[in-house]
C-alpha cells in the first residue's frame, strides 16, 4: 500500500457537491490531484468551484503548498493513471460505485489505494468483487469538505491496516482530523447522528409542533451552539449520567422511530423540490439568494472554525 511519503498523486472521480472542495484541499497540501465526472458540464463548472474552495481555504489560514493546478479530464482512465490515491464521489448507488471501483482497478497499479467517499453504504458491502479488497477504504468527507475539518475513516473488514494507516496520514495533511470508525455499521457514525436529528425534527414539523424556521433557530442555537464545543458524550457527564436517565426513561419512547422516509420529504422529492440545486425545498430561493446564502454560510463556518481551534 501506498505510503505518506508515497502518497504523491491523487485522483477524484465526480465533480457534484464534494469532489470540487476534496480536489482543492488536496492540492493545496503539495498532492498532484486529477479530477473526473461523466457529466461534461461539471467538468466544465470544476475549476471556477476549485478556486472558490482555495479562496476559502485561504481565509482559513491553511497553508498553501498547491506545487499543480488540479487537472480535470475527460475520462475516468486518464484521470486515475499514475495515481497513489482515488477518491470516489459518486452518487449514493451501491452497483454504480462497484462499476466506478472496477473501472478504477483496470488502471491503477497494484500499490494504489481507492477511498469512498460515500455517506454510509458500508465499505465491506462496496468491497464485493473487488480484486484487491485490501486496498478499499471509506473516507467520508463532511459537506463543505475543505471547511468541515473532520473525516471518517472507515475500513472494511478486508482493508488493510497499512491502507489505514495512509489515509489517516494523507487526512492529517491536510489539516482536517482523521476518525477511525472501529466498526463496518451503515452510516458509520456522522450520519447515524445526524439522521436521527433530522428523523425527529422532520417529525416535529410534520406534525405541527413547530415551524421549520423556528425549529432551525432552535437547535442551531440550543443543541447545535453547545454541541460544538462539547461533544454528546462529554455533554452526558456535564449534565450528569443521573439526569440523562431519569429523562430518557420516559422521553425516549416518545421519539419518532419511523423506519421509511417521512411524507413531507417524500412528496417534496417527487415534486422536484429538493432544495438548494432545484430553488424549491423547505424554503424557496432565487438563483441570486441561493449564492447569497452559500456565501454567508461558508462565511460562518470559517469564522466558527477559527473560533473552536483558537
Given amino acids: 500500500m501506498a505510503s505518506e511519503t508515497t502518497v504523491r498523486r491523487a485522483a477524484v472521480i465526480g ?21 473526473y465526472d461523466a457529466d461534461a458540464a461539471k467538468r466544465q463548472a470544476a475549476p471556477a468551484q476549485f478556486a472558490a474552495a482555495a479562496g476559502a ?14 487537472l480535470v479530464h475527460p475520462g475516468l482512465g486518464a484521470c486515475v493513471a499514475g495515481c497513489d490515491l482515488v477518491i470516489e464521489t459518486v452518487p449514493e448507488d451501491i452497483e454504480l460505485k462497484r462499476r466506478v471501483f472496477a473501472e478504477i482497478e483496470a488502471v ?33 468527507w463532511s459537506n463543505p469538505p475543505h471547511l468541515i475539518p473532520m473525516i471518517e475513516v472507515i475500513p472494511g473488514e478486508r482493508t488493510a ?23 463496518d455499521v451503515p452510516g458509520f457514525v456522522e450520519n447515524r447522528v445526524l439522521y436521527a436529528i433530522m428523523r425527529e425534527c422532520i417529525d416535529l414539523v410534520e406534525n405541527g409542533v413547530i415551524a421549520p424556521a423556528d425549529l432551525d433557530a432552535c437547535v442551531s ?7 460544538s464545543v462539547i461533544g454528546p458524550m462529554a455533554l452526558l457527564d456535564m449534565a450528569g449520567l443521573d439526569i440523562y436517565a431519569a429523562v430518557s426513561a420516559y422521553l425516549n419512547r416518545e421519539l419518532a422511530s419511523r423506519p421509511d422516509t417521512a411524507p413531507y420529504i417524500r412528496e417534496r422529492t417527487q415534486r422536484h423540490e429538493l432544495g438548494l440545486k432545484s430553488g424549491r425545498g423547505i424554503y424557496e430561493y432565487t438563483p441570486e439568494s441561493a449564492a447569497q446564502l452559500r456565501a454567508a454560510r461558508a462565511a460562518k463556518l470559517i469564522a466558527v472554525r477559527k473560533a473552536l481551534e483558537s
Fill in 15 to 35: 465533480l457534484g457537491t464534494m469532489g470540487p472542495g476534496i480536489a482543492a484541499t488536496l492540492a493545496r497540501t503539495g498532492l498532484e490531484v486529477s479530477a
Fill in 57 to 70: 481555504l485561504g481565509v482559513l489560514g491553511i497553508p498553501d503548498r498547491t506545487a499543480h493546478p488540479i
Fill in 108 to 140: 491503477v497499479a497494484e500499490r494504489c489505494i481507492i477511498a469512498s467517499d460515500t455517506s454510509g453504504l458500508p465499505i465491506g458491502q462496496l468491497a464485493v468483487g473487488a480484486r484487491r479488497p485490501e486496498r478499499i477504504i471509506g473516507m467520508h
Fill in 161 to 183: 491496516a497499512a491502507t489505514v494507516e495512509a489515509v489517516t496520514a494523507v487526512i492529517r495533511r491536510t489539516g482536517h482530523r482523521p476518525i477511525l470508525i472501529r466498526k
Fill in 221 to 227: 442555537w440550543g443543541i447545535g451552539y453547545k454541541l
